[in-house]
């Protein structure tokens, strides 16, 4: 019997004895409780291929998976039987002349969604008519066109994947595209904005990324919302630069646009996870309007010419630096091939002194060896501290309050175009997309202690 014959679709060795002994099956409505009495209702989902044979998969009735050990399971009540579906409708998109045109690029980030119980993977909806039937809003804010560019979850995103999607940003400027969204996955998203900030330059169009932190099977997902505000923020907003769109607070009231060099995750799991850091927003939008945030941005233009530069060396690397951390971490890594590496220092940039020697190898064999904080926010001052001297003496670079991702993404466009160090010192200490700011304004860094009672009485009165 095929598994889409079985009524048990798959499931095996004691889940399968267990399901069987209740007399139910796939699809059906339970209720199932534990050996601890917790009440579970939902919907038996078929087993994943990488599930394992001593779990129930259920799809709770709030939207929510779960999956009961079968050594756990007390009773199993069979309510009811229906056969899902689980297939986003297909729907022509509708084109309107008053409408800007908007192209929506795929790398495999989700969207809107549907889930394959066969994998438990889930699968984005991408082509205009699956974007039209899962979110018909949509159709009221742009002419929509999409080209999937790859497949990938976002950990495997590298420095080929950027040059191919700049690439296609380029393509659809140059087609006439009023604004450029890109479906993404969140964990290496700001790495992304990142290197098509300096891949993608003069652009005359909003690019705005944007990713999901639930997917859209789940009732708390924000898949549709950001898509609908990264959507309106391409075609109507008048920042033409690259952009990160996601949730601003927790809730649905608005997202925030961040610049794309100076964003970051910050939060595994909240829809809020990404933050600007050393600096404020660029933009607030929501499904009515847009509220200017930073002043200091590119407004759109129609006349810039969009100047697209792929060119880059992947042999870059970021060095935490630890306590304790010894000489041989960095060697390795010369002895690899790298030629350029990007320190997270302590404080205001330092490291210990037995890693002196390892810099100095590394600087004579003309690796690059730049500066940042692991605060994340403040300055490299290497002149405050006599650590700090030594190490410019050593040859290290410091690159003021870059973040050390885009760092690390700079550094390995900047080699791209040359080795020369006197030159690659200063490409990278030159802001090119704001990368490095003058100065951090008084509330680019807001952090409210929790359980204080000054922040608990600010939270109390704001949150929603």
């Known amino acids: 019997m095929s598994q889409n014959q079985d009524p048990l679709k798959g499931y095996c060795g004691p889940a399968r004895a267990c399901l069987e002994s209740y007399g139910v099956r796939v699809w059906s409505d339970v209720r199932l409780v534990n050996a601890a009495g917790s009440v579970f209702e939902g919907v038996i989902l078929p087993r994943s291929e990488t599930f394992d044979d001593r779990h129930i998969s259920l799809k709770l009735h709030n939207g929510y998976n779960v999956g009961v050990h079968v050594e756990r399971v007390a009773s199993i009540e069979g309510l009811g039987y229906k056969e899902a579906v689980y297939r986003i409708p297909e729907q022509e998109f509708p084109s309107r002349p008053d409408l800007p045109s908007v192209s929506l690029l795929g790398t495999g980030g989700t969207i809107a969604s549907r889930l394959d119980y066969r994998t438990g993977a889930v699968i984005p909806a991408f082509t205009p008519g699956e974007l039209y039937g899962a979110v018909p809003e949509l159709a009221d804010i742009c002419n929509l066109t999409t080209r999937k560019i790859f497949g990938v979850f976002s950990e495997n995103m590298g420095w080929e994947e950027h040059t191919a999607l700049a690439e296609a940003v380029g393509a659809e400027i140059e087609a006439g595209a009023d604004g450029i969204v890109i479906g993404h996955g969140t964990d290496t998203m700001g790495h992304t904005a990142a290197v098509l900030s300096f891949m993608v330059q003069d652009s005359p169009v909003p690019i705005v990324l944007v990713g999901s932190q639930r997917s859209s099977d789940r009732p708390s997902s924000d898949a549709a919302l950001n898509l609908i505000h990264a959507v309106r923020a391409a075609g ?76 880059y060396d992947d042999r870059v690397t970021i060095l935490y630096y630890y306590p304790g951390m010894k000489p041989d971490v960095l060697d390795a890594l010369v002895d690899a091939g790298y030629r350029g590496v990007v320190i997270a220092g302590t404080g205001l940039g330092h490291v210990n002194k037995p890693l002196y020697p390892a810099i100095e190898r590394a600087v004579s064999r003309g690796v690059h060896v730049m500066m940042t904080v692991q605060t994340l926010w403040g300055f490299v ?84």
């Open 236 to 311: 109507h907003g008048n920042i033409a630069e690259v952009q990160i769109c996601m949730f601003g607070p927790t809730s649905d009231r608005y997202a925030l646009l961040h610049r794309g060099t100076r964003c970051r995750k910050m939060h595994s799991s909240y829809r809020s996870t990404f933050r600007t850091v050393g600096d404020i927003p660029l933009c607030l939008v929501n499904t009515e309007s847009f509220t200017v945030i930073n002043e200091d941005h590119v407004p759109r233009d129609p006349g810039r010419k969009v100047r697209i530069d792929t060119r």
């Open 381 to 464: 001052q290497m002149y405050v501290y006599e650590t700090g001297r030594e190490l410019l003496q050593l040859g290290v670079v410091p690159l003021d309050n870059m973040l050390p991702e885009t760092a690390l993404m700079k550094l390995g466009w900047v080699l791209g175009h040359t080795e020369d160090r006197q030159e690659v010192a200063r490409m990278m200490q030159t802001p090119i997309a704001h990368e490095i700011t003058v100065r951090e304004p008084h509330n680019g860094y807001l952090i409210l202690q929790g359980g204080l009672p000054e922040v608990d009485e600010f939270v109390a009165a704001h949150w929603k």
